[in-house]
């Protein structure tokens, strides 16, 4: 049996595609595979170059199999596409996979620590925290609006409408609207203190890692962004210079020319996304605004 020097891994929920070569580019192994069969196939097979395209759970499969002594590089899917031959099915995109994991100019994603991934949920459930908090106040309002019951804008606005829906002599709230808006209330001040709590783990998560200090030492990063990219950035090493770090995270306009004009675009949405999840920004502690070494 031929030596199988490079796979394709399509990964999925439940049923995974396996697509794998030689040295001389055949095909050696090409089939579906149930998620409880993956590492004992794994374990089989000889150490290897495994590629699979950087999507859900891919940092998980990518420990795993590093663990079992192959080499694993993670593509950004839309790299991988254009190897992709003419229909879309697990089959092609695993053969698609295996081919681009193979080219000399592809671009890889580094692997994720736990500890990464951990600082990145946290930083992502606060942020669902506070869109669902600004959904419910959004409904409070809308809600006794329909009661000619209104307030300014901000938290104190809220303040008021809650006393209003707490006041029981207030006539202008029927009972089974004051019941409701009055369940969203309780809702709203528990998402508040789930958000502060979220702020205290990601101060400790902050106070904890060492390079996230750092860079909590350049004006006008806080510990909220300062976390958010520690864990987004595998490997600082992977960008060449600062232009290359601003140009992934989306400060600089993407292109869109062709035929010698420029067509800037606006800039991309991970930057946006990035601000989102560290906004409101957290408390620091108090702190010189210097640069280190000036």
Same mark, same amino acid.
């Given at each position: 049996?031929?030596?199988?020097?490079?796979?394709?891994?399509?990964?999925?929920?439940s049923v995974f595609q396996v697509h794998g070569i030689d040295a001389d580019g055949n095909v050696v192994v090409r089939r579906q595979l149930k998620r409880r069969y993956v590492l004992t196939i794994f374990q089989k097979l000889p150490p290897c170059l495994v590629g699979i395209e950087a999507c859900a759970s891919s940092h998980y499969w990518s420990r795993e199999l590093q663990a079992l002594g192959h080499t694993v590089r993670l593509m950004p899917p839309a790299y991988v596409k254009p190897y992709v031959k003419r229909h879309k099915n697990d089959a092609a995109d695993a053969?698609?996979?295996?081919?681009?994991?193979?080219?000399?100019?592809?671009?890889?994603?580094?692997?994720?620590?736990?500890?990464?991934?951990?600082?990145?949920?946290?930083?992502?459930?606060?942020?669902? =925290?506070?869109?669902?908090?600004?959904?419910?106040?959004?409904?409070?309002?809308?809600?006794?609006?329909? =009661?000619?019951?209104?307030?300014?804008?901000?938290?104190?606005?809220?303040?008021?409408?809650?006393?209003?829906?707490?006041?029981?002599?207030?006539?202008?709230?029927?009972?089974?609207?004051?019941?409701?808006?009055?369940?969203?209330?309780?809702?709203?001040?528990?998402?508040?203190?789930?958000?502060?709590? =979220?702020?205290?783990?990601?101060?400790?998560?902050?106070?904890?890692?060492?390079?996230?200090?750092?860079?909590?030492?350049?004006?006008?990063?806080?510990?909220?962004?300062?976390?958010?990219?520690?864990?987004?950035?595998?490997?600082?090493?992977?960008?060449?210079?600062?232009?290359? =770090?601003?140009?992934?995270?989306?400060?600089?306009?993407?292109?869109?020319?062709?035929?010698?004009?420029?067509?800037?675009?606006?800039?991309?949405?991970?930057?946006?996304?990035?601000?989102?999840?560290?906004?409101?920004?957290?408390?620091?502690?108090?702190?010189?605004?210097?640069?280190?070494?000036?």
């Amino acid at each position: 049996m031929q030596t199988t020097k490079t796979v394709g891994l399509d990964i999925a929920k439940s049923v995974f595609q396996v697509h794998g070569i030689d040295a001389d580019g055949n095909v050696v192994v090409r089939r579906q595979l149930k998620r409880r069969y993956v590492l004992t196939i794994f374990q089989k097979l000889p150490p290897c170059l495994v590629g699979i395209e950087a999507c859900a759970s891919s940092h998980y499969w990518s420990r795993e199999l590093q663990a079992l002594g192959h080499t694993v590089r993670l593509m950004p899917p839309a790299y991988v596409k254009p190897y992709v031959k003419r229909h879309k099915n697990d089959a092609a995109d695993a053969e698609a996979i295996c081919e681009a994991v193979t080219r000399p100019n592809m671009r890889f994603v580094p692997t994720k620590t736990p500890e990464q991934q951990s600082c990145l949920m946290l930083h992502r459930t606060r942020h669902l =925290f506070i869109r669902q908090q600004t959904a419910i106040i959004n409904s409070i309002r809308a809600h006794l609006a329909e =009661f000619g019951i209104v307030a300014p804008v901000g938290r104190r606005g809220v303040e008021q409408l809650l006393k209003v829906v707490a006041d029981a002599n207030d006539t202008r709230l029927p009972e089974i609207a004051r019941a409701c808006v009055a369940a969203l209330g309780t809702q709203l001040l528990a998402l508040k203190a789930q958000i502060l709590a =979220f702020d205290r783990r990601i101060l400790a998560w902050h106070r904890s890692n060492e390079t996230s200090k750092r860079l909590d030492a350049i004006p006008g990063v806080g510990p909220a962004l300062a976390t958010a990219l520690v864990a987004s950035i595998g490997d600082p090493k992977t960008f060449r210079s600062g232009r290359d =770090f601003t140009a992934w995270i989306g400060l600089v306009p993407k292109q869109n020319s062709s035929g010698g004009k420029d067509k800037p675009a606006r800039s991309a949405s991970k930057a946006i996304a990035i601000c989102a999840a560290c906004s409101p920004p957290l408390r620091s502690p108090t702190r010189s605004h210097e640069w280190p070494g000036r």
